[in-house]
Structures are given as C-alpha cells and as structure tokens.
C-alpha cells in the first residue's frame, strides 16, 4: 500500500488559495461548530467558499474541501495532486446519503478544478460509529453501478 503524505505546498501555489485558503479544521468548524477535528497543520481549499465567494453559487454542489496530498516512498514524494474531502462527522446513520448528491458533489468539484490531478479515490470522513455503516452502503451502491462516489470511498 501506497503510503500518502499532506503537500500544503499544492494549496498554498493553487489559483483559488487567494479566494478560498483554510485549514481543514476550520472548514470543519463551519458545520460542526468546534476544532480539533484534525491536525491544525492541514491546509485545504475550502470548495463551498470558492463557489460562493467567486462564483456566487449555490455550495451545496461541491465537495467540502480539497487538500494536496503525493504519495511517499523512498524518503521523496512523488505523484502529487489533490484529494476531494466531503465531512460528515455528524451523521448518525446512512438513511440521509444519495449516492446522486454525492455524485454529483464529485462531479462539479472535479469540473471546478479540472486542469488539476485529482486522486482517483474521494474521501467521506464519518465519526467512528457511521463509517462501518457509510462502507456497506458504498459497497451496495457499488455493485448499482455508482460512477463516482462508490470507487475509493473512504471513512475515516
């Protein structure tokens, strides 16, 4: 297994930083009204204010967040690009996910930021309880044919 590493560098020279630059945690605190989520250190592009600010869009079509990550191996990165992020700490269960919304979340993030490698795996964070449940319900809408959400959906 490919070992990933955060690439804050990816951000910080990216086009939107100017417009929509934060760290993960405070995108996270947006919607879940407290830090400490992850490590401070993580910057991201922060999607929902880049389509509200810049394209003074509707954020309920993209992704959260996308952060720079590269693979690491023989003490150098390599393969760097970004990774679309979608927080859902405050899930209780998966009766609310449409694989559609989800889809469709992916589909305009990558529009958003095409000329840019993306990872191929999009990244759903759950708390702990949901994500086992989020993993069954991935799989089912996998074998339904999902085209975005259900290859490389992880919970963490």
Same mark, same amino acid.
């Given at each position: 297994?490919?070992?990933?590493? !955060? #690439? =804050?560098? $990816?951000?910080?020279?990216?086009?939107?930083? !100017?417009?929509? #630059?934060? %760290?993960?945690?405070?995108? +996270?605190?947006?919607?879940?009204?407290? %830090?400490?989520?992850? /490590?401070?250190?993580?910057?991201?592009?922060?999607?929902?204010?880049? *389509? +509200? &600010?810049?394209?003074? @869009?509707? =954020? /309920? !079509? %993209?992704?959260?967040?996308? $952060? @720079?990550? @590269?693979?690491?191996?023989?003490?150098?990165? %390599? $393969?760097?690009?970004?990774?679309?992020? *979608?927080?859902?700490? @405050?899930?209780?269960?998966? /009766?609310?996910?449409?694989?559609?919304?989800?889809?469709?979340?992916?589909?305009?993030?990558?529009?958003?930021?095409?000329?840019?490698?993306? /990872? &191929? =795996? =999009?990244?759903?964070?759950? &708390?702990?309880?949901?994500?086992? #449940? +989020?993993?069954?319900?991935? *799989?089912?809408? &996998?074998?339904?044919?999902?085209?975005?959400?259900?290859?490389?959906?992880?919970?963490?």
């Amino acid at each position: 297994m490919v070992q990933l590493v !955060c #690439q =804050n560098d $990816i951000i910080v020279s990216h086009p939107f930083a !100017c417009h929509c #630059q934060a %760290t993960l945690n405070d995108v +996270a605190a947006k919607d879940y009204q407290r %830090t400490g989520w992850f /490590d401070p250190r993580i910057i991201c592009l922060s999607l929902d204010d880049y *389509e +509200a &600010k810049v394209l003074k @869009g509707s =954020n /309920d !079509c %993209t992704m959260d967040a996308a $952060i @720079g990550i @590269g693979n690491y191996a023989n003490n150098r990165v %390599t $393969i760097s690009r970004l990774m679309l992020v *979608e927080l859902r700490m @405050g899930y209780d269960n998966v /009766d609310n996910l449409s694989a559609s919304s989800l889809e469709n979340k992916i589909s305009h993030s990558e529009n958003l930021l095409s000329g840019h490698r993306i /990872d &191929k =795996n =999009n990244y759903f964070i759950f &708390k702990d309880g949901v994500a086992a #449940q +989020a993993k069954s319900w991935a *799989e089912r809408k &996998k074998k339904e044919g999902g085209e975005y959400v259900m290859y490389g959906l992880s919970c963490l």
